[in-house]
């Protein structure tokens, strides 16, 4: 576990992560693509392979039919991987190194699936993806160590990738713009996630006298750790976040009916609990906790970062696909939370929530799934706000009905705690974006799309559209009027 990093108490100042890329298989000494598959399983902790792209040669020198991309050696830059044998993998995504560089851009790749050896077609990889991160100012997003990013994209188990990356055509208008048109950003990687299988695990005294976890907001009980056998000090950590809403330890937060969530929302002492409040806590979801998902804690930086309060939830879609089925969302979580952390450089998963396909609700990003936890999800206005996505690619895709009833499920318990109305507006103040100035007050819907406050496709089209539905009956839900 790398050491804290200090921030100021309630008030929105995030914490940088400080990881390394972790070079499962050095570019120098990647095989090149054989026809035996490897047999080596995977690793139950995960693993992140980290391979730098290059220049491709001229036209004759490519594989042919990848579709989109220009064949001429003096059109937009192109880079890339021919296709190479590597370690098993489920989860892709592009890295570089400037994070305020944009990549203008196509990203597509083919993988190899493990068992039938067979490749897959082309496929795009989302590359406008700035705008899921830190906010600019904040210590994690100005470490240093955070990087540019294409969405990532599940793939399922592979053991084989081809990529080819290629600039946007650049036009008399743009060539002279600040940014090179037919450019690609410097440092390219391709970073290859395997999810592994679960946390690993440190058997710890279950009264150690460790210090409880930092950043907690003025007047919380900063009570010693607790762990349990087989818990490491970081899982203890995050678990104890979620005392008294379930024991320590647990794998899921139960479900409430709407009289019993306020009543253990009262007792637990969440959210602002003022008397209006109270009478419009929605029924509170089963929610999969970071343990139940099998979230490494070692990876996320230590202790956690509040805001004030939560005035707004984001609605996102993940882009990272479809081809998952609900059994292996956990999975896809885990590789999310380690491209995020590995690859991205943030201090944690972005998200401060996720829903499947099927409408189960998972714990995002560490410190309390009552809390307002500042996440990375929605650049310019994660302060006193949520992020919830839905895994998957929502663009021409129709989110499943169960996936939205979960985020009006969702919306109703936890905005309810802070006596947010999800049918109406607030102001949030934005920390700088593509929409909006540093600094500008923003008048949003409570629940709004990830377009809202920023210029991006995210959540898609078409769950985009399910945002007035959700927001009434997410209201229902609380009861209102």
């Not at 490491?232 to 976040?241: F, I, K, L, V």
């Not at 809403?245 to 409430?256: C, H, P, R, S, V």
């Not at 956690?304 to 993940?318: D, G, L, N, Q």
């Not at 590789?335 to 972005?350: A, F, T």
Request: aromatic share 6%; net charge positive.
């Amino acid at each position: 576990m790398r050491g804290f990093l200090a921030s100021s108490i309630g008030v929105a100042t995030a914490a940088a992560l400080a990881l390394p890329l972790a070079l499962s298989t050095p570019a120098a000494a990647a095989p090149a693509l054989g026809a035996a598959a490897p047999t080596a399983p995977v690793a139950p902790a995960g693993s992140t392979q980290s391979l730098p792209l290059a220049p491709l040669g001229p036209a004759a020198d490519r594989s042919p039919g990848v579709p989109g991309m220009s064949t001429s050696p003096r059109l937009p830059e192109t880079q890339g991987l021919p296709q190479r044998e590597v370690k098993r993998f489920s989860l892709v995504g592009v890295v570089w190194d400037d994070a305020s560089t944009q990549l203008f851009g196509r990203v597509q790749v083919r993988t190899r699936a493990v068992g039938t050896g067979s490749w897959s077609d082309w496929q795009d990889i989302e590359t406008r993806n700035s705008e899921h991160a830190p906010d600019l100012g904040t210590t994690e997003s100005g470490s240093g160590r955070v990087r540019g990013s294409t969405a990532p994209l599940w793939v399922g188990d592979s053991d084989g990738v081809e990529v080819r990356v290629q600039a946007e055509p650049g036009t008399p208008a743009t060539r002279g713009a600040t940014r090179a048109a037919n450019r690609l950003p410097s440092g390219m990687r391709i970073e290859l996630v395997d999810p592994g299988a679960a946390d690993p695990v440190t058997v710890i005294d279950a009264k150690n006298g460790a210090s409880g976890p930092a950043d907690e907001p003025e007047g919380d009980d900063k009570g010693d750790i607790v762990g349990l056998p087989g818990m490491t000090m970081e899982a203890a950590e995050s678990s104890n976040a979620n005392v008294p809403l379930a024991a320590l330890g647990a794998k899921e937060i139960a479900a409430l009916n709407k009289a019993d969530s306020t009543a253990d929302a009262v007792l637990a002492g969440e959210g602002t609990l003022s008397a209006a409040a109270r009478p419009y806590i929605g029924p509170r979801p089963r929610i999969v906790t970071r343990l139940g998902w099998g979230a490494d804690e070692s990876l996320r930086e230590a202790g956690f970062v509040y805001t004030s309060t939560v005035k707004a939830a984001f609605v996102h879609h993940t882009a990272s696909g479809n081809n998952y089925a609900c059994k292996d969302a956990p999975a896809v979580l885990r590789g999310l939370y380690r491209y995020h952390v590995v690859s991205s450089g943030w201090r944690d998963i972005g998200y401060n929530f996720a829903v499947d396909k099927c409408g189960t609700v998972y714990e995002g990003r560490a410190g309390g799934v009552a809390k307002a936890v500042l996440g990375a999800h929605t650049m310019g206005f994660n302060t006193d706000s949520m992020g919830i996505a839905v895994i998957g690619t929502y663009t021409t895709t129709t989110p499943p009905a169960a996936a939205v009833k979960a985020v009006a499920q969702l919306t109703a318990w936890k905005l309810g705690l802070f006596n947010r109305d999800p049918r109406a507006k607030t102001t949030l103040k934005s920390g700088g974006g593509n929409l909006f100035a540093k600094g500008t007050n923003v008048k949003l819907n409570v629940i709004s799309g990830h377009r809202d406050g920023f210029a991006t496709e995210c959540p898609g089209k078409l769950l985009y559209g399910q945002l007035p539905p959700t927001r009434t009956t997410s209201a229902k839900l609380q009861g209102r009027p």
